[in-house]
Protein backbone atom coordinates (compact mmCIF):
# COMPACT_ATOMS: atom_id res chain seq x y z
CA UNK A 1 0.00 0.00 0.00
CA UNK A 2 2.16 2.64 -1.53
CA UNK A 3 1.10 6.31 -1.18
CA UNK A 4 2.37 8.59 -4.18
CA UNK A 5 4.69 11.33 -2.98
CA UNK A 6 2.00 14.31 -3.08
CA UNK A 7 -0.30 12.72 -0.36
CA UNK A 8 2.28 11.85 1.76
CA UNK A 9 2.01 14.48 5.06
CA UNK A 10 5.62 16.17 4.84
CA UNK A 11 6.20 19.82 4.45
CA UNK A 12 7.87 20.33 1.20
CA UNK A 13 11.28 22.02 2.24
CA UNK A 14 13.55 22.76 -0.31
CA UNK A 15 16.13 24.78 1.80
CA UNK A 16 17.68 24.26 5.23
CA UNK A 17 16.19 27.71 6.32
CA UNK A 18 12.89 25.72 5.29
CA UNK A 19 13.32 23.10 7.18
CA UNK A 20 13.99 25.25 10.45
CA UNK A 21 10.72 26.82 9.84
CA UNK A 22 8.07 26.70 12.29
CA UNK A 23 5.65 28.01 10.40
CA UNK A 24 6.10 25.39 7.47
CA UNK A 25 6.94 22.37 8.97
CA UNK A 26 4.93 22.18 11.70
CA UNK A 27 2.16 24.66 11.94
CA UNK A 28 0.38 23.73 8.96
CA UNK A 29 0.06 19.81 10.71
CA UNK A 30 -1.19 20.85 14.10
CA UNK A 31 -5.00 20.90 12.94
CA UNK A 32 -4.34 17.36 12.57
CA UNK A 33 -3.48 16.49 16.20
CA UNK A 34 -6.96 17.89 17.06
CA UNK A 35 -8.31 15.50 14.40
CA UNK A 36 -6.22 12.37 15.33
CA UNK A 37 -8.86 11.24 18.01
CA UNK A 38 -12.44 11.04 16.19
CA UNK A 39 -10.41 9.88 13.20
CA UNK A 40 -8.55 7.34 15.08
CA UNK A 41 -12.24 6.00 16.75
CA UNK A 42 -13.29 6.32 13.18
CA UNK A 43 -10.87 3.65 11.72
CA UNK A 44 -10.39 1.68 14.97
CA UNK A 45 -12.18 -1.31 13.48
CA UNK A 46 -9.54 -2.10 10.80
CA UNK A 47 -5.81 -2.38 11.06
CA UNK A 48 -5.25 -1.45 7.32
CA UNK A 49 -7.65 1.76 7.96
CA UNK A 50 -5.57 2.20 11.23
CA UNK A 51 -1.71 2.27 8.88
CA UNK A 52 -3.58 4.30 6.20
CA UNK A 53 -4.56 7.11 9.06
CA UNK A 54 -0.60 6.31 10.63
CA UNK A 55 0.63 6.68 6.69
CA UNK A 56 -1.30 10.07 6.25
CA UNK A 57 -0.55 11.80 9.23
CA UNK A 58 2.36 13.58 9.68
CA UNK A 59 5.09 11.62 11.77
CA UNK A 60 5.75 15.10 14.04
CA UNK A 61 2.31 14.92 15.25
CA UNK A 62 1.74 11.33 15.32
CA UNK A 63 4.70 11.17 17.82
CA UNK A 64 3.33 13.36 19.79
CA UNK A 65 0.09 12.12 19.92
CA UNK A 66 1.31 8.53 20.70
CA UNK A 67 3.40 10.60 23.74
CA UNK A 68 0.37 11.98 24.66
CA UNK A 69 -1.64 9.11 24.91
CA UNK A 70 0.97 7.10 26.55
CA UNK A 71 1.17 9.63 29.50
CA UNK A 72 -1.44 8.81 31.52
CA UNK A 73 -0.72 5.13 31.25
CA UNK A 74 2.71 5.91 32.36
CA UNK A 75 1.63 8.14 35.33
CA UNK A 76 -0.97 5.70 36.48
CA UNK A 77 1.17 2.86 36.35
CA UNK A 78 3.87 4.49 38.19
CA UNK A 79 1.19 5.68 40.98
CA UNK A 80 -0.10 2.10 41.36
CA UNK A 81 3.42 1.17 41.45
CA UNK A 82 4.96 3.69 43.75
CA UNK A 83 7.70 3.81 41.06
CA UNK A 84 8.47 6.57 38.86
CA UNK A 85 10.80 5.93 36.09
CA UNK A 86 8.15 3.39 34.29
CA UNK A 87 8.70 5.02 31.29
CA UNK A 88 12.30 3.95 31.84
CA UNK A 89 11.05 0.08 31.03
CA UNK A 90 10.24 0.82 27.59
CA UNK A 91 11.90 3.80 26.18
CA UNK A 92 14.11 1.68 24.00
CA UNK A 93 11.21 -0.17 22.25
CA UNK A 94 8.73 2.62 21.96
CA UNK A 95 10.57 4.51 19.14
CA UNK A 96 10.38 1.41 16.92
CA UNK A 97 7.28 0.65 17.63
CA UNK A 98 6.14 4.61 16.41
Same mark, same amino acid.
Given at each position: M? !? &? @?FMLP? &? #? /? #? @?LQDCASWNQTVAPFIP????? &?????QHASS !???LKLLYIQT???????AISLALA??? !??ISEIN???SQV?? /?????? #??C
Open positions: L !L &P @TL &P #S /V #S @TQLYEL &PVKFL !LDNNPLIMGFPIF !LLKNYDR /VWSILP #SM
